[in-house]
């Protein structure tokens, strides 16, 4: 979907703040492949040896520097912060 409207501001926005399934599977996903690329972690690992389970404490504790990006039908788009979000 391409975006060729603008970037909603917070008090505009449309979506609930909620994170959703394919959101979650997408941010777990590119998380773990840059931990085993060795990206820093923001998050003490307590024995965890899989990317995937440090990936998901991250974004369990909210210290994913990551940002979502919600396309609306009219080419608006919408960005959330993962400390804006319910997860």
Known sequence: MDKTGRCLHKDERIYS??????????????????????????????????????????????KLPLIVERVLPNGDWELWSIDELVI
């Open 17 to 62: 703040n909620r994170l959703t399934t394919y959101a979650k599977a997408r941010l777990l996903g590119t998380t773990a492949l840059q931990i085993d690329n060795d990206a820093p972690i923001f998050v003490d690992v307590d024995g965890e040896t899989s990317s995937y389970e440090i990936a998901l404490k991250e974004l369990m504790e909210k």
